[in-house]
């Protein structure tokens, strides 16, 4: 059985810095897998953020929050990560953690399995 668990959210101020994690079980991360990180502000579509390649460990990040947030993983932990700085208040949503079989890179649709989500919150 999958599961991935999201923590590291929290009420932070603008400008503010969170480290979220994603703890895995049920399949290795270092596999044929890509992760990556998501989120979903009320009333809007949940957005990719960032993901790292199955095909050859690339990372990708999106615009909005490239120079912000750093994806990254921890194989010996099967742990993966989301270094977020700099925070915004429109930065305010639940992020998820994702892993799929398959390459989907930001589609949603892609993704095989999904974390519960971590609220983050930024204060202005």
């Known amino acids: 059985q999958v599961q991935l668990v999201e923590s590291g959210g929290g009420l932070v101020q603008t400008g503010g810095s969170l480290r979220l994690s994603c703890a895995a079980s049920?399949?290795?991360?270092?596999?044929?897998?890509?992760i990556g990180w998501f989120r979903q502000a009320p009333g809007k579509e949940r957005e990719g953020l960032s993901c790292?390649?199955?095909?050859?460990?690339?990372?990708y990040v999106e615009d909005s929050v490239k120079g912000r947030f750093t994806i990254s993983r921890d194989n010996a932990k099967n742990t993966l990560y989301l270094q977020m700085n700099s925070l915004k208040p429109e930065d305010t949503a639940v992020y998820y953690c994702?892993?799929?079989?398959?390459?989907?890179?930001?589609?949603?649709?892609?993704?095989?399995?999904w974390g519960q989500g971590t609220q983050v919150t930024v204060s202005s």
């Open positions: 994702a892993a799929a079989r398959s390459n989907p890179y930001y589609n949603v649709r892609g993704y095989d399995y």
């Open positions: 049920g399949v290795t991360l270092g596999d044929d897998y890509t």
């Open positions: 790292i390649s199955s095909d050859d460990g690339s990372t």
